[in-house]
Nanobody, 130 residues
Framework: QVQLVESGGELVQAGGSLRLSCAAS????????MGWFRQGPGKEREFVAA????????YYADSVKGRFTISRDNAKNTVYLQMNSLKPEDTAVYYC???????????????????????WGQGTQVTVSS
C-alpha cells in the first residue's frame, strides 16, 4: 500500500516556474514506477511524465517535453515535477501516481496508461495566468 500526497501547486504567471512534490508513504517506494498526470478544466486526465525506479529512465508527453523534468529521491520517498516556461494551457490539477508495472527483466518500460497506476494522490492545483 502506498499513500501519495502532492504539494507545490499555486498561481503563477506565464513563463514562470514551479516545482511540484509528491511524498509517498511505505518502505517500497523505490520499487514503483512513478508518474505525473494532469486534468485541465473541461478536459480528461492525461499523462505528463513518468520515471523508473531509480530515476534513470524518464518519459514525457510531447506537450511538456523540454519544459518539464521529472525526478525522484528514493531516500526521501519523494518524486518531483519541475515545470519551466509555463503556459496557460498547463493549468490543471496535477496528480502523482505509483505503478508496480514497468519491469521487463531488468529493463524499465514506460507506463503511460492511467489504468496501470494503482495508487493516486489527491492532486494539487496549478494555475498559469496569461
Amino acid at each position: 500500500q502506498v499513500q501519495l500526497v502532492e504539494s507545490g501547486g499555486e498561481l503563477v504567471q506565464a513563463g514562470g516556474s514551479l516545482r511540484l512534490s509528491c511524498a509517498a508513504s511505505g518502505r517500497t517506494f523505490s520499487s514503483y514506477t512513478m508518474g505525473w498526470f494532469r486534468q485541465g478544466p473541461g478536459k480528461e486526465r492525461e499523462f505528463v511524465a513518468a520515471t523508473s525506479w531509480s530515476g534513470a529512465g524518464t518519459y514525457y508527453a510531447d506537450s511538456v517535453k523540454g519544459r518539464f523534468t521529472i525526478s525522484r529521491d528514493n531516500a526521501k520517498n519523494t518524486v518531483y515535477l519541475q515545470m519551466n516556461s509555463l503556459k496557460p494551457e498547463d493549468t490543471a490539477v496535477y496528480y502523482c501516481a505509483a505503478s508496480t508495472l514497468g519491469a521487463l527483466g531488468s529493463t524499465w518500460y514506460v507506463v503511460r496508461r492511467q489504468t496501470d497506476y494503482e495508487y493516486w494522490g489527491q492532486g494539487t492545483q496549478v494555475t498559469v495566468s496569461s
